[in-house]
């Protein structure tokens, strides 16, 4: 390695707790993956060393890599680059050609991969709670749910379907029926 150009870039890739396992990214061959990432080679043709982390805590953004400059890239301002996301081979092969292009603090971020960068203190996102109504609010939706109740009662009662039923047994029709039991007219 030549003294002036220093290290090249350097890859942390997350695999283990939930990058690179089928149940959590399935559809990707996370070995191939791994092997393609570790074939990465920089502008003066050296080796990007890759380095494999059990886990590096934002698991909802799997898979996760992390682009460490290379020496001149860092002495140019550049920064480590987290990267979520990179399930897809078109997302690696730009990962590929922006460490060619020099990394970070070398070259621009490329467009793929602008909607993928992350950070360590990355929160995963909250579901949305619905508001919370006050309580004159809900008042208000009670009354509107009573009424309805009501209004589906009366609807029910004079419908049209009323008139077709069976008439309610009387009184007298309770003990005729009483007196057939037992035998008796």
């Keep these: 390695m030549n003294a002036v150009e220093g290290r090249p870039c350097q890859l942390t890739v997350c695999r283990g707790c939930c990058c690179g396992t089928r149940k959590k990214v399935p ?13 990465i080679e920089d502008h003066s043709g050296r080796t990007v060393p890759v380095r494999t982390s ?3 805590d934002i698991c909802f953004q799997a898979n996760v890599v992390v682009v ?5 890239g860092r002495a140019a301002g550049g920064r ?15 990962v590929d050609d922006w460490i060619f292009e020099g990394g970070p603090g070398l070259a621009p971020l490329p467009a793929a991969l602008v909607g993928h960068v992350t950070s360590k203190d990355a929160k995963k996102p909250k579901k949305r709670k619905e508001p919370k109504h ?18 589906r009662k009366t609807a029910k009662e004079s419908g ?11 009184g007298k029709d309770k003990e ?4 057939k039991k037992d035998g008796k007219k």
């Excluded at 460490?68 to 001149?72: I, N, R």
């Excluded at 049209?160 to 009387?170: A, I, L, N, Q, Y």
């Design 27 to 39: 559809g990707v061959d996370h070995e191939a993956q791994l092997a393609r990432l570790s074939a």
């Design 54 to 56: 059990k886990c590096l």
């Design 68 to 72: 460490q400059p290379s020496h001149a």
């Design 80 to 94: 480590l680059v987290w990267l979520g996301g990179i399930t897809e081979d078109a997302l690696v092969e730009a």
């Design 134 to 151: 006050s309580k004159a609010a809900k008042k208000e939706r009670e009354k509107a749910e009573k009424r309805a109740r009501a209004d």
């Design 160 to 170: 049209p379907d009323r008139d077709r039923s069976r008439p309610k047994k009387s």
């Design 176 to 179: 005729d029926k009483g007196k």
